[in-house]
């Protein structure tokens, strides 16, 4: 069976999307199915094309028995609308035309969304190769970039609406990363296929092990409790929480906190450390996954943080896969169906309040204080991931699903 993934998104960039289609991609290979990716020159996050992909309107690779196809996208450190837009149209436009002359007949197509934008030409290149349309939804779109304030233009997000419709009346399946996701859509198409694909985790890959070399070498004493955010420094994380949580902890001099990824909300993050005179904060540059990994091995708990907004009831942050089967204790600060899988149905994360930055302080210190509390945690974590989240089960269950349609 012939598969295309059509994503903006995709390694060698480092991201939550990147990982999770390459993920299924290979698992998908080794299923049986003809896999090639239609993508971006990579750039993200640092809006800056790899220096071997300049000035290229398109570049054919493989990567691990995948064909990879990318075409030419516009970039800009400029985070205005109209750079974004142009952003997205530059790689819907480019990518149709190299899907047009390089894609040959296919069963299946699935389209990454967001950016929504692409679902236009996934839906065209489906029509064209007689392929099925799957259009697969990790954020309900336009709805967070309303809730979000990132477009306020109400005819923008009317547009952007009839285009959601569009997409999934025109698709043969609708796939959603979350359950929250797949409910929404399911509420209001209940005629329409729509199946929950899950994000997860190669056990394989991320096995537990306590390693300090990251942390000797970073100058960290093994007597310092480390705090660990590792990913996007947006503003949907909420970052500030943790600079706050960081002030009511600063007396205890052993609990230090480490921000590791990049983002638009890093500088002004910095500037609040500076603000509030924090010694104990550390910020760090994104890295890939061999060394994330090691940064793992050598923290003692990790925070995931997300803003107190109805829309991430339905969010479930990739980072807690990766924290769990590497028995990091976690603290999560993301109520709804995140809170209800973790802490309510696994028993392997504490829970604080989103943007309560006193609830976070005081989980902190109880972590710190109570061994026999992260040995049970990350015990619970870990099998917990490794029966309801692993990538191998939830692709051999996608494979299985998509050879019955």
Request: hydrophobic share 40%; glycine share 6%.
């Amino acid at each position: 069976m012939r598969l295309t993934i059509l994503t903006q998104y995709f390694p060698p960039e480092v991201g939550a999307p990147q990982n999770r289609l390459y993920e299924l991609a290979v698992r998908l290979r080794k299923q049986g199915f003809d896999i090639t990716i239609l993508t971006a020159m990579p750039n993200y996050p640092s809006m800056q094309i790899h220096s071997s992909y300049r000035n290229k309107w398109m570049v054919k690779e493989e990567m691990d028995g995948l064909k990879i196809i990318r075409s030419w996208i516009y970039v800009s450190k400029n985070k205005g609308f109209i750079h974004r837009i142009l952003n997205y149209y530059s790689f819907v436009i480019s990518s149709f035309i190299v899907g047009l002359f390089s894609l040959r007949s296919h069963d299946y197509l699935l389209c990454e969304s967001p950016p929504l934008f692409l679902g236009k030409t996934g839906w065209l290149l489906s029509f064209i190769f007689n392929a099925r349309f799957i259009f697969n939804v990790s954020d309900l779109w336009p709805e967070s970039a309303e809730k979000l304030g990132i477009v306020k233009n109400k005819t923008i997000l009317g547009i952007a609406t009839l285009l959601e419709e569009f997409l999934y009346n025109r698709s043969y399946i609708v796939t959603g990363q979350t359950q929250g996701i797949v409910k929404d859509i399911q509420k209001r198409l209940p005629h329409k296929k729509v199946y929950w694909l899950p994000n997860g985790v190669d056990i394989s890959l991320y096995v537990p092990e306590k390693n300090d070399a990251w942390r000797k070498n970073k100058g960290f004493e093994k007597d310092d409790f480390l705090c660990l955010y590792a990913g996007i420094i947006g503003y949907a994380q909420g970052l500030e929480i943790i600079l706050k949580a960081a002030n009511e902890t600063r007396n205890q001099s052993n609990i230090k906190y480490l921000l590791v990824g990049s983002g638009p909300e890093k500088e002004k993050l910095i500037q609040l450390k500076s603000e509030l005179n924090l010694t104990q904060v550390y910020f760090f540059d994104a890295v890939k996954k061999p060394e994330m990994k090691s940064i793992l091995s050598s923290v003692d708990a990790a925070i995931i943080p997300l803003r107190k907004l109805d829309l991430f009831l339905g969010a479930i942050p990739s980072k807690i896969f990766e924290n769990l089967a590497m028995k990091v204790p976690v603290i999560l600060g993301v109520d709804g169906e995140a809170r209800d899988l973790f802490e309510k149905d696994g028993k392997c994360v504490l829970y604080a309040e989103p943007e309560n930055h006193h609830e976070l302080a005081e989980k902190i210190r109880q972590l710190e204080q109570d061994p026999i509390l992260r040995e049970q945690l990350t015990t619970n974590g870990y099998t917990y991931v490794s029966e309801k989240f692993n990538r191998d089960i939830i692709s051999a269950k996608f494979c299985e699903y998509l050879n019955s349609q």
